[in-house]
């Protein structure tokens, strides 16, 4: 921190944030982030975008407080995020697996909620429950090297949420996700959003985020670009995107003759593909999907 | 303290090849000597030599085993803050524990880890010992080294010569005994002596070739020690204090106990070290300049009196040397505890004053 902040309205605030890696030895520097505002109200859910090497990572841990920005400062929750009262009420996913490999899934997470405060009945209960969200149970005792790359992610997203955050900094969770982790994280940030936590997602992939980000904030370069809603964002207003359920096939050539007569040019059209999930659900897979390598 | 977070880090600084490794070295190191006395006839002139197999065995266990469980605990005790540095601080340090916390229950581990590998000598080592052999110490009941008297510096006889020494006042057992440590010297007519030691009555003769101990029967409450050089070349008195006086010994498990607390707080020093420095350096170069400043350590306090309290230092030789010799280690001195205490404290603050951040300044991602 390298000025005293105000007290903040947002549940993560950052003012002028900056980090620099030095070389080797010390020579050599390299800017990862540059003066980066960013402010977050409690309840949003904000996805951080841009392409690999851009920061993102960078910034989510020094909004987690891992690590410990060159210039500007960070506030969560009002306080700075190495604040063991903040760190009690926030959850970092990693990218990576940065997890002990040789535990297994059950006892890591017995070893964060442990480390978090969390009573011992209350723990074996919801690691229990946790993993059944996210489709480990099954997989509990196998130690985590083991893992394949979804159930890494799905087991980071675990120990995320497992003591309820107020506030959820994710580094690519969807990362590996097969389509029913796509699921899981689906309704494990629905229910975070369902209790008011504050949510932070980064990707370089923004199609992963639209649906379940109110805002996005593009980051390029160690720079905040832009930041909006999806529509701001990505949307292109020259072009018009039309989505119809039932629609016959001479209902559909008499639209795209309509299209033409007005003047404007019709893009593409055609069927639109079925998520995978849908699939999922109408064929039984052969092998176990969710057991260990 | 965090069990979990201790659990782990006890199983990092002790892992299955580290355990797997010390075990079989010292089963190596122990299996390697003979396997039973043997009483072996030198020469007519010379009294028998026996040799005590059996504490020889144990003795170079625990060396060999020592020798391996050092270079893994230094090793694997600095990989432990290198890996929170690598990646693993993403989640430490976002869990609520605070960082001093963490950094207790690693080193905690980390220790006890250590410590683990010097059970494993303990139980393989001492099962060579004391009880599977048939050399003279082993006859009799269990002796600890009860005072040690004597200039502090290394004399000669010459033939007719002798030396006395007072004991002090001290009620001892009938079990106890009394030596001196004697070897041949140059400047008379042959190369071996003979000696003759005299303790309150009792007499005891030897021919002397090489280093060796004349043993008597202690005088009961202090008294008077006389050798007297009574062959015909030049008998040297080793100092410093060469007169030592043992007493019968209650130590559990034939002293491999008592010698196991000293390689536990050896090895448990190392590791505090190498924790320490392994948060400030890469785990090579902290474990190899953990081994260069107990070695360092060790040179530089030869010659004091402090020899004593590094651990792993002169008093963990001589406990080895007392296995070998069938008796039992003198308890662990409190200044050899406190050190190690000194080296657990100097690691934890090394560690946590590292801990500003999880991440090191030239790592980036």
């Not at chain 1, 160690?222 to 949307?235: A, K, S």
């Amino acid at each position: 921190m390298t000025s005293p902040a105000p007290p903040s309205q947002f549940a993560v605030e950052a003012r002028g944030l900056g980090r620099v890696f030095r070389g080797g030895l010390g020579w050599r520097r390299r800017t990862a982030l540059c003066g980066v505002d960013l402010t977050i109200r409690g309840g949003e859910t904000l996805g951080i975008v841009g392409p690999n090497g851009s920061g993102k990572s960078t910034l989510l841990r020094l909004l987690s407080g891992v690590d410990r920005p060159s210039t500007g400062w960070v506030e969560v929750l009002g306080h700075p995020p190495t604040a063991r009262a903040v760190r009690r009420r926030l959850a970092f996913l990693p990218d990576g697996s940065p997890f002990p490999p040789e535990l297994s899934a059950r006892r890591v997470l017995d070893l964060i909620a442990s480390l978090g405060g969390m009573a011992r009945p209350e723990r074996r209960l919801r690691i229990g429950e946790m993993l059944e969200r996210v489709g480990l149970s099954g997989a509990g005792e196998a130690p985590i090297r083991t893992y394949s790359r979804g159930m890494h992610r799905r087991f980071g997203l675990a120990q995320a949420f497992l003591h309820d955050p107020e506030v959820v900094l994710l580094d690519e969770p969807t990362a590996g996700l097969d389509a029913p982790g796509f699921a899981v994280l689906a309704d494990l940030l629905g229910a975070a959003r369902g209790r008011g936590a504050t949510v932070v997602l980064a990707s370089h992939v923004a199609s992963d985020l639209i649906e379940h980000c109110g805002r996005l904030a593009l980051l390029v370069g160690g720079e905040v670009q832009r930041v909006g809603t999806p529509d701001e964002l990505l949307g292109d207003p020259e072009v018009l995107q039309l989505r119809i359920r039932g629609l016959s096939e001479e209902g559909a050539s008499a639209l795209e003759q309509q299209v033409e007569r007005s003047g404007a040019e019709l893009l593409e059209s055609g069927p639109t593909h079925r998520p995978l999930q849908e699939l999922y659900k109408t064929r039984e897979p052969r092998g176990g999907g969710s057991g260990p390598r | 303290m965090n069990l979990a977070l201790l659990r782990l880090s006890a199983r990092r600084a002790a892992p299955t090849v580290a355990l797997l490794g010390v075990a079989a070295i010292t089963l190596l190191a122990a299996a390697g000597q003979p396997g039973r006395a043997e009483i072996v006839e030198v020469s007519p002139r010379f009294e028998e030599v026996i040799v005590s197999a059996g504490e020889l065995a144990a003795s170079t266990a625990w060396i060999a085993g020592l020798v391996v469980a050092s270079a893994f605990t230094v090793l694997f005790a600095a990989r432990i803050p290198d890996r929170w540095f690598q990646h693993e601080g993403d989640w430490l340090g976002t869990s609520g524990a605070s960082r001093s916390s963490i950094v207790r229950a690693g080193l905690a581990g980390t220790v006890a880890g250590a410590a683990a590998l010097s059970v494993i000598i303990g139980l393989i080592a001492g099962s060579w010992g004391r009880a599977g052999s048939a050399g003279p110490a082993s006859e009799g009941p269990l002796l600890e080294l009860a005072m040690l008297a004597g200039p502090s510096r290394s004399f000669v006889l010459m033939p007719g010569e002798r030396f006395e020494q007072a004991l002090p006042e001290r009620t001892l057992p009938p079990e106890a005994r009394v030596r001196v440590r004697v070897a041949p010297a140059l400047g008379a007519e042959g190369p071996t002596t003979e000696a003759l030691i005299e303790s309150a009555g009792q007499t005891s003769e030897l021919k002397v070739a090489r280093q060796a101990w004349l043993e008597v029967q202690a005088p009961s409450s202090g008294g008077l020690i006389a050798v007297t050089n009574i062959g015909s070349g030049a008998l040297a008195l080793m100092g410093p204090d060469p007169v030592e006086v043992w007493r019968p010994s209650s130590a559990l498990g034939n002293g491999h106990l008592r010698l196991g607390v000293q390689a536990a707080l050896h090895l448990a020093f190392l590791a505090a070290l190498a924790f320490g420095l392994g948060a400030w350096m890469g785990p090579g170069i902290a474990a190899c300049l953990s081994l260069a400043l107990w070695l360092g350590a060790r040179m530089a306090l030869a010659s004091t009196g402090a020899a004593d309290a590094l651990p792993g230092g002169a008093a963990l030789g001589a406990a080895i040397d007392a296995i070998a010799e069938g008796r039992s280690p003198q308890l662990v001195r409190p200044a050899l505890a406190l050190t190690a205490a000194g080296a657990v404290l100097a690691g934890f603050a090394l560690a946590r004053t590292s801990l500003g951040t999880w991440r090191r300044e030239s790592r980036s991602s």
